[in-house]
Nanobody, 126 residues
Framework: QVQLVESGGGLVQPGGSLSVACAASGLTFSNYAMGWFRQAPGKEREFVAAISRGSAITRSSDSVKDRFAISRDNAKNMVYLRMNSLKPEDTAAYYC???????????????????WGQGTQVTVSS
């Protein structure tokens, strides 16, 4: 049974930093590209960042580029999202997801990801 469990969300002031993590189990983690997505109330889920199975390739959305960084530790079956210079518009539930991609690489598409966590809330407010 595949499980992805996010942690580390919380309340942070604008301009602050926060890291969220995702622990994976029940899959051969190093075979999967990993992604972070977010969903704000009343909005569609959107791509945030992704990392290839060996960490060689990362991609971030334009809205978080230069502020957020994705990383992974295949020895620990963990993926991380470091968020700096947070803005109120970054407020959302953050989800990690796993994708088995032919040829490696990353995907920004929700449909590419077979497994999802339950989400962790990040609130940016003063």
């Amino acid at each position: 049974q595949v499980q992805l469990v996010e942690s580390g969300g919380g309340l942070v002031q604008p301009g602050g930093s926060l890291s969220v993590a995702c622990a994976a189990s029940g899959l051969t983690f190093s075979n999967y590209a990993m992604g972070w997505f977010r969903q704000a109330p009343g909005k569609e889920r959107e791509f945030v960042a992704a990392i290839s199975r060996g960490s060689a390739i990362t991609r971030s959305s334009d809205s978080v580029k230069d502020r957020f960084a994705i990383s992974r530790d295949n020895a620990k079956n963990m993926v991380y999202l470091r968020m700096n210079s947070l803005k109120p518009e970054d407020t959302a539930a953050y989800y990690c997801a796993a994708a088995l991609l032919l040829g490696g690489g990353v995907s920004t598409l929700i449909s590419s990801y077979a497994y999802w966590g339950q989400g962790t809330q990040v609130t940016v407010s003063s």
